[in-house]
């Protein structure tokens, strides 16, 4: 038999989150500079699979991925069945530095995906001297609704395919099936009406293109890397939103598109490392 | 024959195709530009294309555009923006009319049916 065992390890940590305690599902690799991983909405830490596995980003940056409260592993708190589950942007700062502080990351890097790309920026704004830098992924201070996200619950439309079906275009069409349908599968499997409390947040409630030319980029540098196929955050909005950014970063990937670290990761990795080497020779390493 | 008339032979082949629309029947008109065909879905598998010639034919849905943006979504490899229909509903080149009920609960399917045509321009 031939069996691989991945040098990911997996844990729960048990913590007080917005006054609630709250079980929250986290996995890590590799030693070095914290790298905190953020998934987009809807979805799960899976998504980072393939950087938690890449042994030249773990050989120099300990990385780490949580699932939200709601997603993958994580579980609602309880009393869930009684409230709509909403994204905010309050909310969501807090839960990222709880948890970094939780585990001790000191002066972590910060990337996260869509959703996490946009709260990288609200960090940078906020918690600046706490942080080493933020990599933002499709990422941008606004984006302009689409379409009309009550489709993603409602009990005559099944909410893991609906959800699915509206991200399933958000990729490029080279990347690799496999990788393609493991993404879809992590929609498939979030609750009921969670994608669309966290796009509560992404399309309504979470806009700061009007605040993002205050990010401090010398104190905390932002790189932001987009994705050419992505039409939710699209190659103009985070050019639109970079441009409100001195010293902000912004490369546009080609052949990927919403999903970059999951549905193509060797694509993706040949615009990370770039990145991730900018930030290590900072660190004089 | 269009791509549209072709859907059938490239869709009633495709078991894994056919059965992830098993759920779906329903009469869809499709306009490519100033040709319209009505598709007649029967559990997954494509039952009949017609063209619509004659007026106060109905359906479920529509979906409609242009014939320019039809060729560039069924390119091999199509360009961002021309590379799934939310991009072009999101973009203002494709509009979805009538109920739409079954057109969300069966989307991931619908996609996949309309995408097929692009095996035949990957050969040309």
Same mark, same amino acid.
């Given at each position: 038999m031939n069996v691989t065992i991945e040098p990911i390890v997996g844990r729960y940590m048990n913590l007080e989150f917005q006054g609630r305690p709250h079980r929250i599902y986290f996995e890590e690799a590799g030693q070095g500079i914290p790298l905190l991983c953020l998934h987009t909405a809807?979805? $799960?830490?899976?998504?980072y699979r393939a950087l938690l596995n890449d042994a030249e980003v773990t050989r120099d940056f300990r990385v780490v991925v949580f699932d939200m409260p709601w997603h993958g592993k994580s579980s609602p708190p309880a009393?869930?069945?009684n409230e709509e589950y909403l994204l905010t942007t309050e909310g969501y700062t807090d839960l990222i530095m709880t948890v970094a502080r939780a585990l001790n990351l000191e002066r972590p890097v910060v990337i996260g995906c869509s959703i996490g790309g946009r709260i990288v920026l609200q960090l940078a704004l906020q918690h600046e001297a706490e942080l080493r830098s933020v990599i933002g992924l499709q990422s941008s201070g606004r984006v302009n609704p689409y379409y009309d996200i009550s489709w993603l619950y409602r009990p005559d439309v099944h909410g893991g395919e609906v959800c699915a079906a509206m991200v399933s275009g958000l990729m490029a069409p080279r990347s690799p099936a496999p990788h393609r349908w493991e993404t879809l599968w992590h929609y498939m499997q979030g609750g009921p009406g969670v994608f669309k409390g966290d796009l509560h947040f992404y399309t309504?409630?979470? $806009?700061i293109l009007d605040r993002?030319?205050?990010?401090d980029a010398v104190q905390c540098p932002v790189y932001m890397l987009t994705g050419?196929? $992505?039409?939710?955050?699209s190659p103009d909005d985070s050019t639109a939103t970079a441009a409100q950014i001195e010293g902000a970063q912004l490369t546009i990937m080609k052949d990927?598109?919403?999903f970059p670290m999951s549905e193509h990761p060797e694509q993706f990795r040949t615009y990370l490392l770039p990145v991730l080497g900018d930030i290590l020779r900072r660190e004089g390493k | 024959m269009t791509n549209i008339e072709k859907l059938p032979e490239l869709v009633n082949g495709n078991a894994a195709l056919v059965r992830r629309g098993k759920h779906f029947s329903a009469d869809v008109m499709i306009e490519v530009g100033d040709r319209q065909h009505l598709v007649r879905f029967e559990q997954g598998r494509i039952a009949a294309v017609t063209p619509i010639r004659i007026n106060l034919q109905s359906w479920t849905f529509a979906i409609r555009a242009a014939a320019d943006v039809w060729e560039r979504f069924w390119l091999p490899v199509p360009p961002p923006g021309y590379h799934d229909l939310i991009a072009l509903l999101r973009y203002g080149r494709l509009r979805f009319e009538g109920n739409l009920q079954p057109l969300m609960a069966n989307l991931i399917y619908l996609k996949l049916v309309l995408e097929t045509p692009r095996v035949l321009e990957a050969g040309r």
């Open positions: 809807g979805s $799960d830490g899976r998504q009393g869930w069945e309504v409630e979470g $806009d993002v030319g205050a990010i050419e196929y $992505d039409y939710s955050c990927l598109g919403h | -």
